[in-house]
C-alpha cells in the first residue's frame, strides 16, 4: 500500500475481475474454535467473543492455556515433580479456565479446556490440528515474545502459519472491550496484489454476524493525494473495491468503499478503523517466513497491536506463480 506497493490503474479492473472470480471459502458457521489466550492474566475479553461466537455458530469451544517452558525453567524436571503445590500463576489460570468452561456451560454452549507447557506457537498450533478449530481466537497478552515481530515472535508464527483465520484481540482491543465494546462497521483493508483472497469472504461473514456495514479501504500514499491529473487511479480503485465488496457481501447494509492517504499504511487503517467505530479489522498475511516478508508483517502486527479492536487475519499462500494476495499485509 506504498507508492512502490500499489499497482498500476490498468491493472486494477483486472485484479477486481480476478477477485471476483475468487469464490470466498469462509464457511457457513464455525463449528470450533480454540481460544488461546493468558489465563493467568485477564483472558475475558477473548472468553466474551469466543461465547459470543460459539451460541451464534453453535460452535464448540476449547480454552487453552500455555505454561511456556521458560516458566520453568529455575526449576529443575525432577524437584518439580516432586513437588505437588502448583505455582500461583498455573493456580490463577485453572481458576479462570473453571470459569470460562462454567460461563461456556451456562450458555448452553459445548466446551473444554487444556493446560499444557511447551513453546507457545508450537502448542498453539498443535491444538489448532489437534482439534481441527476453523477459528483461533488469541490473546495477546501474557504470551512472551508478542512484542518481538522481528524475532519470531507467537504472533508472527501463528498468524503465518497457521492453517485456518486467528482473530486476534491486542491490548489496546482488549481495554476497550472490557469497558464499552465498539459497535460500527467491519473494515476490510486491501492493497490490490495480485490473484484472489478468502479475506473479503470472511469481512462478509462477520458483517452478517455482526449484523454490521462492510467497509472497504485501500491506502494510497501522501504524496499523491490531490495531485492534479492523478484523479483517476483512486476513482478506478474506488469501482474496483465497490465490485469486490458487493461479490462478496449479503447483507442489508450497502458496502462503502472508501480510499485513504498516508505515509504509515497501518497507522491510516486505525485511524479509518477509530474513525467508524470498527467492531472488526480484516487482513490478509502473507503465508511466508519472516525475513521474505518483514515490512508487511511489521504493518499488520502494529495494526494488531494498537487497534481498539479486534483484528481478524487469513494467511494466504505465497508463491512465484501468485507472488501476493489482494487485501495481504
Known amino acids: 500500500m506504498s507508492a512502490s506497493q500499489t499497482i498500476p ?5 483486472k485484479e477486481a475481475k480476478a ?24 483472558p475475558m475479553p477473548a472468553v466474551r467473543l469466543a461465547l459470543r461466537l460459539g451460541m451464534t455458530h453453535q460452535a464448540s469451544l476449547e480454552f487453552l492455556h500455555v505454561f511456556e517452558l521458560s516458566e520453568h525453567a529455575a526449576v529443575p524436571v525432577a524437584k518439580k515433580e516432586e513437588s505437588a ?33 511447551g513453546i507457545a506457537p508450537v ?15 488469541l490473546g495477546t497478552n501474557g504470551y512472551r515474545g508478542m512484542e518481538r515481530i522481528g524475532q519470531g515472535s507467537t504472533a508472527e508464527a501463528v498468524l503465518r502459519k497457521c492453517p485456518c483465520p ?15 465494546p465498539p459497535t460500527g462497521a467491519v473494515v476490510f483493508a486491501t492493497d490490490f496484489n495480485r ?65 485513504g ?9 486505525i485511524e479509518y478503523a477509530r474513525q467508524y467505530d470498527a467492531q472488526l479489522i480484516v487482513l490478509g498475511v502473507r503465508q511466508t ?20 479492536c479486534p483484528v481478524l487475519t487469513i494467511a494466504v499462500q505465497h508463491n512465484d506463480a501468485a507472488k501476493l494476495s489482494a487485501a495481504c499485509l
Not at 490503474?9 to 479492473?13: E, Y
Not at 486467528?166 to 464499552?180: N, S
Not at 492517504?261 to 487503517?269: K, L, P, R, T, W
Open 261 to 269: 492517504y498516508g505515509c504509515d499504511v497501518s497507522y491510516a487503517v
Open 289 to 308: 517466513p519472516l525475513h521474505a516478508a518483514h515490512l508487511p508483517a511489521q504493518i499488520a502486527y502494529r495494526i494488531i497491536t494498537e487497534a481498539m
Open 123 to 137: 502448542a498453539i498450533l498443535e491444538a489448532v490440528q489437534s482439534t481441527k478449530a476453523d477459528l483461533l481466537i
Open 19 to 42: 477477485m471476483q472470480n475468487t469464490e470466498p471459502v469462509a464457511p457457513a458457521k464455525f463449528r470450533r474454535i480454540l481460544v488461546a489466550a493468558d489465563f493467568s492474566g485477564s
Open 85 to 117: 503445590e502448583p505455582s500461583p500463576a498455573e493456580l490463577a489460570a485453572k481458576r479462570r479456565l473453571e470459569e470460562a468452561l462454567a460461563e461456556a456451560k451456562a450458555a448452553g454452549v459445548k466446551a473444554s479446556i487444556v493446560v499444557k507447557p
Open 195 to 259: 490473484a484472489g483472497t478468502p479475506a473479503i469472504g470472511f469481512a462478509s461473514l462477520f458483517s452478517r454476524l455482526l449484523d454490521a456495514p462492510l467497509r472497504c479501504l485501500h491506502v494510497l500514499p501522501r504524496m499523491v493525494e490531490g495531485v492534479s491529473g492523478d484523479e483517476a487511479v483512486p476513482s478506478i480503485i474506488k469501482v474496483a473495491l465497490q465490485h469486490i465488496a458487493n461479490e462478496a457481501q449479503s447483507t442489508g447494509h450497502q458496502p462503502q468503499c472508501d480510499i
Open 9 to 13: 490503474a490498468s491493472g486494477i479492473r
Open 166 to 180: 486467528v482473530l486476534t484481540i491486542g491490548p489496546h482491543a482488549a481495554h476497550i472491550m472490557q469497558k464499552q
